[in-house]
């Protein structure tokens, strides 16, 4: 599955995102958006469940095909 304009996502969600697609662990981004390792995981999981990704590489990589990238730039 590519990403979709259908797929919407949460504006913590959104901030993950943006942070993982520079290859951030999860402790970094915690880290930069004062949240736990814990609850960046939790929102990481729920990012590649919504757009079928086996793991946040192919997170990025199916949200840059699909352009998401270029949507918030």
Do not use: C, D, P
């Amino acid at each position: 599955m590519v990403y979709s304009t259908r797929i919407k996502f949460k504006e913590i969600e959104q901030k993950i995102i943006e942070q993982l697609k520079y290859g951030y662990t999860n402790a970094e981004i915690g880290e930069i958006l004062h949240i736990s390792r814990h609850t960046v995981k939790y929102y990481v999981s729920s990012i590649m469940y919504k757009l079928g990704a086996v793991n946040r590489i192919n997170a990025v990589f199916l949200l840059a095909s699909g352009g998401y990238f270029k949507e918030i730039e």
